[in-house]
Structures are given as C-alpha cells and as structure tokens.
C-alpha cells in the first residue's frame, strides 16, 4: 500500500515538473550564453516588422504577436523546437509564451529584459 501511495504522488508531481520545464525566464546576458551552448535553438522575436528591420538578435524569425494572425504563425512553428522569445522589453514576449506554453511547445525561453536589455548589455545585433 505504502509503495501504491508513493507512486501516485510521484505520478501526479511530474506533472507539476513538466510544466515548469518547457517555460524558463532568462535574462539578455544569460540568454547570449545560452545561444552560444546550444545552437539549436531558434530566435523568434516577437516585435513589429518595423522594429525588427531597425535591429535584431541574428538569425531570429520574426512574428508580430500584436498581429490577428499570430497565434496561426506560432502554431505552425515546430512545437518540439526549443525557442528564444524576446520583444522590446518583455511585454509581448509574455503574450507569445504564454500562447506557446497553452499550445504545448517543448521548450521556450523567455527573455525577461527583451531588445532593450540586450543592446543595454551591449550584445550584438543585426541590422
């Protein structure tokens, strides 16, 4: 009985593990380190066009999650990728994520200081 019971507690609190697993809030300069260790993860900023041609991080894809198609273009990314998500300074990155987080995608960071923290930490950028 005893092992019974520590079984079902251990089912039921992976669930709680997973979920904290596929979302992780990080910082632009752990965000940099980050990208230089895994080099699979995808960019994907969240900003406008017009922002997104002014700078960005390299290689990122951009989505405008402020447009009505942007929950269509989010779900039709590759949900078993790992992503990097930023915007201008956290805001829409959190409207992304939690999108992403709802439609079950594998594994996202959110970077919490967005563009205005990485080019204030002097990080490059693309243009």
């Given at each position: 009985m005893r092992n019974i019971f520590s079984a079902i507690i251990m089912f039921f609190s992976s669930?709680?593990?997973?979920?904290?697993l596929n979302k992780v809030s990080v910082s632009s300069k752990e965000a940099s380190a980050l990208l230089l260790k895994e080099t699979a993860i995808v960019v994907l900023d969240v900003r406008t066009s017009d922002e997104f041609k002014q700078g960005h991080l390299k290689g990122a894809v951009n989505i405008d999650i402020?447009?009505?198609n942007a929950t269509t273009k989010l779900d039709s990314l590759n949900h078993e990728t790992t992503y990097l998500v930023y915007c201008r300074s956290g805001h829409r990155s959190?409207?992304?994520?939690?999108?992403m987080v709802k439609s079950k995608f594998k594994m996202v960071y959110e970077m919490k200081d967005?563009?205005?923290g990485w080019t204030g930490n002097k990080l490059p950028?693309?243009?």
């Open positions: 669930f709680g593990s997973t979920q904290a402020l447009k009505s959190g409207m992304a994520v939690k999108q967005g563009f205005m950028v693309v243009k």
